[in-house]
């Protein structure tokens, strides 16, 4: 028995909501409907043309119309008419919701790239009432089970929407549910927004509190230093070796462990094994300023003990620093390290050589502000609190946009189960 007599079986054996019955889409939708015998239309006319990208896989709507004239899509192109369900049949975008309902086009009339497959429902059903059913994550999830092609160009084949089969009250209660389902969807389209606007402000609060520090008249006043007169050794550049994930006697500690932010990721760690002697020399301690030379420039990690789970080493794309404590803070340094001065530092370098890369020599030369030790001290522990608050609140932010991204699916489910 075939996938699709199964899965059609174990539809029809639930019970629909009352006053509903199951439909095949294909019974209530003409899919990939031909172009009229008798259409004509000038070349010059101006055209309705949805390529993929005009179609928002977020709102479901077309976002981005192209006006063509019509010489240029009359052939090679998908044809459709107004109120038409476009449903992209290839891989990703089919998963990513490239999904719409064609409106708003020029005399009626529109055309699109080949990989929609083109939905015109009869007058038993509404097109919003097929759009929102086949934005359902479960029924994109389905489709998948049924690509044809190779992997990269799989499609879904238009038999599986042909013979897929929907839940179909009357046309009256369509319009009902439909209506809720698109003010349901405006209301958490606009709390997203909102919600991206205060994630992006959160976002934005640590640059803004470096810039209080570094920035400030105060910090005009301080001395500067290189960065290589107060060194308490020579910069170090890192081990050469071939890691392997299988947990050995020393983390190996690369570029790609290191976020943007400073922090390391503790995810897909990689190890070594080594003697002794090669440990000693490349092995990282609390207090160390580890800056990547390449790939990632100038990303920075102070290391701490407590992010290691054991000894590590450092690779060779990135170099060691240990400053004299007399007169920089290792804290106070990986804060300065964040600011836009030290950006703005590591630009300028980049600048003067053809591909980036930035030499323990080129380093040395970076100027740090220096205030007395006490108000390092100060300043690292103030920004230490501040960011962990700002951490904490992206995060509060970033929970409560995901389960805003969650309710469009839970809305569309409840619908088509007759409960909204």
Known sequence: MSRKINSELKTLNSEPPSGWRWMKLGEVCKINPSRPRSFYRSPNAPTSFVPMVAVDEKTGTISKPEIVPYSKVAKGYTYFEENDVLFAKITPRMQNGKHVIARNLIDGIGFGTTEFHVLRPNEEVLPEWVHFYIRQPSFLQEATGYFTGAVGQQRVPEEFLANYIIPLPTKEEQEHIAAKIQELMHE????????????????????????EVFESEEAKKWERKR??????????????????????????????????EGKIKGQDLKYIESDKKTFEKYKVSAGDILIARSGSVGRVYLVKESDLPRPAVFASYLIR??????????EYFFYFALSEQYKSFISEQIKTVAQPNINAKQYQILEIPLPPIETQQRIAIDLKEKLAQVEKLQSAISNQKSALDALPQAILRKAFRGEL
Do not use: M, W
């Not at 389209?189 to 509190?209: F, G, I, S």
């Not at 107060?230 to 462990?257: E, F, H, W």
């Not at 004299?324 to 290792?330: E, G, M, R, W």
């Open 227 to 260: 960065l290589g007169e107060v060194l308490s050794a020579n910069p170090q550049y890192g081990l050469t070796a071939t890691a392997v994930d299988i947990v050995k006697d020393y983390i190996y500690l690369r570029i790609t462990d290191i976020t943007e």
């Open 188 to 211: 958490v389209e606009h709390a997203r927004t909102a919600c991206e606007k205060q994630l992006e402000a959160a976002k934005a609060l640590p640059a803004a509190y470096l810039r």
């Open 321 to 330: 620093f240990r400053l004299k404590p007399d007169y920089v803070l290792p």
